[in-house]
């Protein structure tokens, strides 16, 4: 679908997608090679590293067992939602993202630069883990990677970016409701 769509002459901001589409490594490089800029949801089970790894196949430990083929990280990866326990009110910034009947939604932003392993490829790819949490009462946590350094955007601006799927979400429901869609109202009709 991008793609055709970069065939048509269609320039992107950027692109972003659910955990579906941030998890998929072959999106992602795929993106990086255009050179599309983009802003992709991850699950919390996610693993990232810290510090650059490096890879290698371990040595043979002793003489018995099969001689080892698949390449290790020499750093320990850590899922993102371990990573998030440690982070502190410091770390993060409060944001304003839209007006809301109710007055401005706030997320507390954090971003951070990762690396990523597929475990096909022969290095981990750097990103830019973004990480925002509802300033409300029962806080939702959003995880995304980006491919953007942390120094070209500010954390509002990836908070932005991670939360703007609000509009187009809105702006289905509020077609649904125009076109008659919601509640199946379409089938109760009767022409």
């Known amino acids: 679908m991008i793609k055709s769509n970069l065939k048509l002459g269609v320039k992107f901001d950027w692109i972003g997608g659910d955990g579906l589409y ?7 490089k ?5 050179g599309l800029f983009y802003v992709l949801d991850v699950h919390k089970d996610e693993l ?9 196949i371990p040595l043979k430990k002793g003489t018995r067992g099969k001689t080892p083929v698949k390449i290790k990280a020499d750093k320990i990866a850590t899922r993102i939602d371990n990573y998030v326990q440690n982070i502190t009110e410091n770390k993060s910034n409060r944001v304003q993202v839209r007006k ?3 007055g401005w939604k706030c997320v507390f932003a954090h971003t951070v630069s990762v690396w990523h392993w597929d475990s096909k490829e022969e290095k981990a790819r750097a ?27 500010t954390r509002q601006e990836y908070a932005y970016f991670q939360c703007s799927r609000y509009w ?23 022409a």
Do not use: M
């Open 22 to 28: 941030g998890h998929n490594t072959e999106l992602t």
């Open 168 to 190: 187009v979400e809105r702006c289905f429901e509020d077609s649904k409701n125009d076109l008659g869609l919601s509640g199946y109202q379409i089938r109760k009709w009767l």
């Open 100 to 102: 809301t009947a109710n």
């Open 127 to 153: 990103r830019t883990l973004v990480i925002t949490k509802a300033d409300e009462k029962n806080p939702k946590v959003k995880y995304s990677f980006s491919n953007g350094a942390i120094d070209e955007y």
């Open 48 to 56: 990232i590293y810290l510090e650059e790894p490096g890879f290698s």
């Open 30 to 34: 795929g993106l990086d090679k255009e």
